[in-house]
């Protein structure tokens, strides 16, 4: 079957289908010849195939199917009555379409059949002329054996005789199409031996019978079936999947071997089942990747660039509705690569690359999703001009920028409003696209992420969740309720006893952040998001790690139940209104618990929780549209005074024992992480002298390209949402104004005044003119310090 | 308003004589087109959705299927079920959507005709107004029609 493709060999199987039917409708019409109906339908067959086979350059088929197409249109008018003569010519045909169709299923072309008797028949049939005094029927004879029966056959045309005739005629129709059939190979194989055998009456089904096994290869390995049965199908497995978790659930209690052991097989008997009907709605990815190398060369010629695609995994397979989801985002992402991406060829030279472009799409399974990449080794992405970009158009602040990672910085992409295309081409360019692909990809509940060397290529990965109707998902409870969280979203779970989480988890005004391994972790507390009293009360904190639209965030949730998989069901529209559930599902005891969308929590708890510079991502939209509102931290620093400070230069928060604050020439510094920390303190900064020395420092550290210092502070009190505005202009050293927050007059503080004071170099461009101790690269052990991975 | 029953816009379109499956609710006798119903459930346990409007009691599982439970105390602006009392559960078919009415008890099906048929009854506060098409004066009891399309259109 090789070298067949996609079209030819949906051609073939829906042609065989329509001939079984053909001879169906044939026969019923001899009885009733009258029937509209039917006439209709095979002239309806007759002719999509003389339509196809004209696209698909197949000649003789179309020949003979346009002769056959004549006939029954005339029959169709009422110009011509339906004679069992006609009959034996249509049977005939209808063979002869076969024998061509086996031809090409076999060796992909029409071969040696002769259509020529075929069409000699259906003609004199047409013409109403008797068949045996033209020699075009007599050269039939030849060919076709029992014409003469047919002939004989048509003489009367009396009712009654008609009645008989299939039986007569159907052999005549049988074994001719066989005979001239020349095509090497298993076609014909043991249809001579039928009519040999029993030249008297063969029936229909003996003859059909006699040839499948040779020529339905295509055919015969696929069924069409209705998407609505596989979705019913695939509600009844989701059915079955919650029974047997709660038929698991309820054995593993219990200590009768049997039952354990019947409830073990029903386990895996039922997973493969699922598996199995899921694999029904597979497809391989290959469905939409066909289409793409048409879209690669045109788009290449177009932008005059040489580019060669190359697929790999191609059989991947997902499920149909996904498929379809993914289409259209993944033609877009082929279509950047080639605008965007690759380099045209005089470029690719210059840069010791070769001049054709390859653009490369990927895709395997990984973990319960699919995970597809459209790679090209172009250009790539500067993350600089992706900032410099964003910046300009009012997505982020310098300073936001400054602190994020090149990684983080690629994804800003992704932002609506956001093109880096130089010039606004035909192709893409017009700063929509990228987001529209995201949210395409996340309403399947999928992700993407991009990656880029600079000089060497682009690679964006999405990840696909297998099938929308089943997902692993995690149970948690809350406030005595029970919650999923898709697994897709979940990166890793941490708990913590009450003693560890008294010290690990640190709260910033309203916000607390706990450090994972370094980095703060903004928390996200469900029970408070909800709106619920949590039931936890031990201390003990559970935290589950989710990831959403490349931001982390820890939900900190009463106790964690299990990982499953669970039916994903709709709910009601008032329920998605609410934006926090993305559905429900049915546990294994019966109970409803709803699904947490996790990207609607992040967008709704972490606008006013967060204490990382997240929150200057977040602002990137934010600031874009609405009025310019800044977050601030209020801090404390003495003598009643208050100052605010622009949460994103706020690195971290923390507290310092004040022993181990050294001093180096004049400068106080305190060792921190393998780093040394010059610290400013800001009530001798501001001439604020508030109470004495203090055992513990509450600490503000502020990181800028690998670079940090530690404002000290009295006390941290909160995080406000600050106009920017000044309202009096304080001419004071170090203060850039004044404003009232909360009731309270609130100085600003002049951060970059403050981190001089600190560090004098700071911001100098070559680190090595700054005073020794102070400045250069805070890492002892060479490793990039910890703070601008922050 | 109170008076031809002509006069109001939902009699129009009534049949002469029709079927209303009835239920109590905070002592009043209240009834849906028995075409809408599809079932009864009785100790049905209900996940309440946090943030959910206040007529949202939570979600039930019929037979696999998730259900939007609506508390028609809440929805009607009646005072909350005493505790203790268990709500039986409606099942009712809109739009081929199944959407679930927590009453306190159900009572029989009666036949109505549209003779007794009046427009709400002016005394009829503004919340319940919006969702009673009329009463229908009964021997010694008015049952108020419930307009199921807006009873659970939260």
Redesign the interface.
């Known amino acids: 079957m090789e070298g067949l493709d996609d079209i030819v060999e949906e051609f073939l199987v829906e042609s065989h289908e329509n001939l079984d039917q053909l001879d169906q409708d044939l026969v019923a019409l001899e009885q009733d010849p009258r029937s509209r109906d039917r006439l209709s339908s095979i002239f309806r067959t007759i002719h999509t195939i003389k339509g196809t086979s004209g696209f698909l350059a197949f000649n003789r088929l179309e020949e003979v199917a346009h002769v056959g197409e004549n006939m029954l249109s005339r029959l169709r008018d009422g110009a011509l009555e339906l004679t069992p003569h006609r009959t034996s010519a249509l049977l005939e045909m209808v063979d002869c379409v076969r024998a061509l169709l086996a031809s090409i299923e076999a060796n992909g072309g029409e071969g040696g059949v002769d259509v020529a008797p075929a069409v000699a028949v259906l003609s004199a049939a047409l013409e109403d002329v008797p068949a045996p005094v033209t020699p075009e029927p007599a050269a039939a004879r030849t060919t076709f054996l029992p014409t003469a029966d047919a002939l004989v056959a048509e003489l009367p045309v009396l009712p009654a005789p008609v009645l008989d005739v299939p039986a007569v005629a159907l052999p005549a129709a049988a074994a001719p199409a066989e005979v001239p059939v020349e095509v090497p190979g298993e076609v014909p194989m043991e249809t001579p031996a039928a009519p040999a055998a029993e030249p008297a009456l063969p029936e229909v089904d003996a003859e059909g019978k006699g040839q499948q096994p040779g020529r339905r290869a295509v055919a015969d390995s696929t069924i069409r079936v209705d998407v609505n049965l596989l979705d019913a199908l695939m509600l009844l497995v989701?059915?079955l999947v919650?029974t047997r978790n709660q038929i698991v659930q309820y054995v593993g209690r219990q200590t009768d071997q049997d039952l354990v052991r019947a409830s073990q097989r029903l386990n895996l008997i039922a997973s493969e089942l699922q598996e199995g009907v899921m694999k029904t709605r597979m497809q391989p990815i290959d469905h939409i990747w066909s289409k793409l190398p048409r879209v690669v060369r045109d788009l290449g010629l177009q932008c005059g660039k040489n580019v060669r695609l190359e697929m790999e995994g191609r059989e991947t397979e997902l499920d149909k509705t996904l498929l379809e989801a993914v289409k259209d985002p993944l033609t877009h992402l082929v279509r950047n690569s080639v605008d965007h991406g690759v380099e045209a060829s005089p470029a690719r030279v210059a840069a010791g690359k070769p001049a054709e472009g390859v653009l490369t799409l990927r895709a395997r399974h990984e973990s319960g999703q699919v995970v597809v990449e459209v790679a090209d080794d172009g250009a790539g992405i500067d993350p600089a001009k992706v900032g410099a970009k964003a910046v300009e158009r009012g997505l982020l602040t310098a300073d936001a920028l400054s602190r994020m990672s090149p990684t983080d910085i690629l994804q800003l992409i992704f932002l609506p409003g956001f093109s880096t295309a130089a010039a606004v081409t035909n192709v893409s360019g017009r700063g929509v696209g990228m987001d529209v692909v995201k949210t395409n990809i996340e309403s399947i509940g999928g992700t993407i992420e991009v990656e880029s060397v600079p000089g060497r290529g682009t690679c964006t990965r999405l990840r696909i969740p297998l099938t929308l109707a089943i997902v692993p998902a995690l149970t948690i409870e809350c406030?005595g309720?029970r919650y999923a969280i898709p697994q897709i979203s979940l990166q890793e779970l941490v708990a913590l006893d009450a003693e560890k989480a008294a010290a690990a988890v640190e709260e910033v005004g309203g916000a607390s952040v706990y450090r994972l391994r370094g980095e703060l972790l903004p928390l996200v507390r469900l029970a408070d998001v909800?709106?619920?009293p949590s039931d936890r009360h031990d201390g003990h904190v559970v935290i589950a790690v989710l990831r959403s639209e490349g931001r982390r965030f820890g939900l900190v949730v009463d106790r964690v139940i299990n990982t499953e998989e669970i039916v994903v069901?709709?709910?009601?529209g008032?329920?998605k209104a609410?934006g926090?559930?993305s559905g429900?599902?049915?546990l294994g005891d019966?109970?409803?618990?709803?699904i947490l969308d996790v990207q609607a929590l992040a967008r709704r708890a972490l606008r006013p929780e967060t204490a990382e510079r997240q929150e200057s991502r977040k602002n990137v939209t934010a600031a874009a549209a609405s009025t310019e509102r800044q977050r601030m931290l209020l801090a404390a620093i003495g003598g009643g005074r208050r100052v605010a400070i622009p949460l994103d230069t706020v690195t971290r928060l923390e507290q310092v024992r004040s022993e181990t604050v050294e001093r180096v020439g004049s400068r106080e510094v305190v060792q921190y992480r393998g780093a040394i920390l010059p610290i400013v303190r800001l009530d001798r900064h501001l001439g604020a002298f508030g109470g004495g020395e203090r055992e513990v420092l509450e600490v503000i550290v502020y990181a800028d390209h690998g670079r940090s210092v530690a404002i000290v502070v009295e006390e941290i009190l909160d995080i406000v949402d600050g106009e920017a505005n000044v309202h009096s202009d304080i001419d004071d050293l170090g203060l850039l104004g004044s404003t009232v927050i909360g009731d309270r007059v609130t100085e600003l503080l002049d951060v970059r005044a403050a981190i001089l004071a600190a560090d004098p170099a700071f911001y100098s461009p070559s680190a090595g003119t700054a005073p020794a101790g102070l400045s250069p690269a805070f890492a002892f052990d060479g490793a990039p310090s910890p703070f601008s991975k922050v | 308003m109170s008076t031809a029953l002509s006069s109001h816009p939902a009699a129009h379109a009534m049949p002469a004589t029709s079927q209303l499956a009835t239920f109590w609710l905070d002592g009043a006798l209240y009834g849906v087109e028995v075409e809408h119903v599809q079932e009864v459930l009785r100790s049905q346990?209900i996940?309440?959705?946090?943030?959910?409007?206040p007529a949202?009691a939570?979600?039930?599982?019929l037979r696999?299927?998730?259900v939007?439970a609506i508390e028609l105390r809440e929805r009607l602006g009646r005072p909350a079920r005493p505790a203790g009392t268990e709500a039986v559960v409606i099942v009712v078919r809109l739009h081929g959507?199944a959407?679930s009415l927590l009453v306190d008890s159900i009572a029989d099906v009666v036949d109505v005709h549209v003779r007794d048929f009046e427009a709400p009854p002016d005394t009829l506060d503004g919340s319940a107004r919006e969702l009673i098409r009329g009463a229908y004066k009964l021997d010694g009891q008015l049952l108020l029609a419930l307009d199921v399309n807006r009873a659970v259109g939260?």
């Not at chain 2, 939570?58 to 599982?61: E, R, V």
């Open positions: 989701g059915e919650l406030a309720d909800l709106g619920l069901k709709a709910v009601g008032q329920m609410i926090l559930y429900a599902t049915v019966g109970a409803v618990a709803l | 346990s996940t309440r959705v946090p943030l959910a409007p949202v939570g979600l039930i599982n696999g299927q998730v939007t959507e959407v939260t």
